[in-house]
Antibody, heavy 121, light 108 residues
Framework: EVQLVESGGGLVQPGGSLRLSCAAS????????MNWVRQAPGKGLEWVSY????????YYADSVKGRFTISRDNAKNSLYLQMNSLRAEDTAVYYC??????????????WGRGTLVTVSS | SYELTQPPSVSVSPGQTARITCSGD??????AYWYQQKPGQAPVLVIY???ERPSGIPERFSGSSSGTTVTLTISGVQAEDEADYYC???????????FGGGTKLTVL
């Protein structure tokens, strides 16, 4: 079955760190661009970060630049998001999403079920 | 920063046609994509590259583009179509993705 499964969410204090993981199965992970997208409680979707299939190209949203680091291990079919200096406004469900290139942009054709990150003291 | 603008809500009766718009300055040059999200679930892609429909998405879902506005049309709306709908595109640099604020579709 083609799927993405996130893990690693939880409760963390402001200023703390957390590492999210996404396990891919059912497709050739190393051939696809990957992303993290988040959704604050009751709010809309916000793209967080992108990584190319090889890991050589990485982009971040301005809201997380300098604090979050995306990475991947193609041998383990896994995507990661290291989140440092967490703030209350980072509280959200974090989705792992497979990217599909379309010219100069990309979209998301497969999503995980998400993992909840709560930043609170 | 680049923004996409959607109406917060749209309401239709079953069997009618729902149209959800999304406006953005870069849309004439960039593709638009649409996602459906039901409560407690992950988003699902329903339209890509302005008007293409992924396999498994019912034919009643269609997309169109005109200038700075793209439109998701749901013909013959069914109760199961009640959900939040998000448009998505990229900024002109191609280094970031933006979502619209979302539209809640209510089936009366």
């Amino acid at each position: 079955e083609v799927q993405l499964v996130e893990s690693g969410g939880g409760l963390v204090q402001p200023g703390g760190s957390l590492r999210l993981s996404c396990a891919a199965s059912g497709f050739t992970f190393s051939s696809y661009e990957m992303n993290w997208v988040r959704q604050a409680p009751g709010k809309g979707l916000e793209w967080v970060s992108y990584i190319s299939s090889s890991g050589s190209t990485i982009y971040y949203a301005d809201s997380v630049k300098g604090r979050f680091t995306i990475s991947r291990d193609n041998a383990k079919n896994s995507l990661y998001l290291q989140m440092n200096s967490l703030r209350a406004e980072d509280t959200a469900v974090y989705y792992c999403a497979r990217g599909m290139a379309a010219g100069t942009d990309w979209y998301f054709d497969l999503w995980g079920r998400g993992t909840l990150v709560t930043v609170s003291s | 920063s680049y923004e996409l603008t959607q109406p917060p809500s749209v309401s239709v009766s079953p069997g009618q046609t729902a149209r959800i718009t999304c406006s953005g300055d870069a849309l004439p040059k960039q593709y638009a994509y649409w996602y459906q999200q039901k409560p407690g679930q992950a988003p699902v892609l329903v339209i890509y590259k302005d008007s293409e429909r992924p396999s498994g998405i019912p034919e009643r879902f269609s997309g169109s583009s005109s200038g700075t506005t793209v439109t998701l049309t749901i013909s013959g709306v069914q109760a199961e179509d009640e959900a939040d709908y998000y448009c998505q595109s990229a900024d002109s640099s191609g280094t970031s993705v933006v979502f619209g604020g979302g539209t809640k579709l209510t089936v009366l």
